[in-house]
C-alpha cells in the first residue's frame, strides 16, 4: 500500500510523495536538481566565521513528513500565509544516532537525546528551549549557516559527518533588538518575531539571529550532510 509523504522545497511549497517501501523521514535530493543548488548555495554563501574552513556538502534530503507531521506542517503553513516574512534559516542541534549518514539511512531513531530526530519526526519543541537565552526560551535560527555549526554536534563519536536544519521561519512582523533580554517570554506586543542586532547595527551579537516563541512559526525543511 504506497503511503503518502509532503514536503516543503526550498521555497516553502508543498510536495506530494509517494513511497511503497516503509515509511521513511528524509528524501535525497540529487546535486542536479536546482533545489539541490539552492540549499547548497545558501549554505556554503551563509558560511561566514573567518577562522572556519568551508565545508563540503556531502548530500542534502527533503524532510518527508508524514501522519502527525503533516498536522504540524498544515499548521505551520496556515501560520505562514498569516503572518508572511518566511525565511530559510538554519539551526544546530544534537544528533545522537547516524541518520543521514548514508544515503541508506533515512529513517530517524527514537533515542530521547537525539534532538534531530525529534525534529525531523514533527516539529520543535518549545518546552526544549527553556533555559538560559539571550531572548529568552523560543527557537532559534540564523542566516549564518557557521552559526548554526556552533550548536550542531554528535553523541556518536564514529559520526564522521555533521547534519544541519534548513527551515522555513515565519517571522511576520520582527522586533529588531539592540539588547539582551534573557526574561523575554515571547514576541513583544505587536511583534511575531525578534531579530538580534549584530554589533555594526549598534546590537550585542556578531551575527545575525532569530527568535520564535511558537512551534507552528518553523518547520524544517531540509537538511545539509558535510564535512
Known sequence: MPILHAALDASGHAHIHTCYSSPVNLI???PNDPEYQLISGAFLNGWKHPHKAKPRVQRIFYVAYSGAGLTHLCKFSDYSNKV???QMLFHGTRRACKIAETPSIVTTCTLTDC????ILRGSYDIERAKGARMFGPGIYSTAVSS???DYTTNAQSSTRTRVMIVNHVAL???KTMYEACHDM???P???NSVTAATFPEGGKVNYHEAVVYREDAICAN???VYQ
Open 84 to 86: 508572511g516574512n518566511t
Open 189 to 191: 506586543h505587536l511583534y
Open 222 to 224: 531540509a537538511i545539509v
Open 185 to 187: 517570554q515571547h514576541a
Open 28 to 30: 535525497h535530493l540529487p
Open 172 to 174: 511576520g512582523r520582527s
Open 147 to 149: 552559526k548554526a555549526d
Open 115 to 118: 534532538h534531530l530526530c525529534h
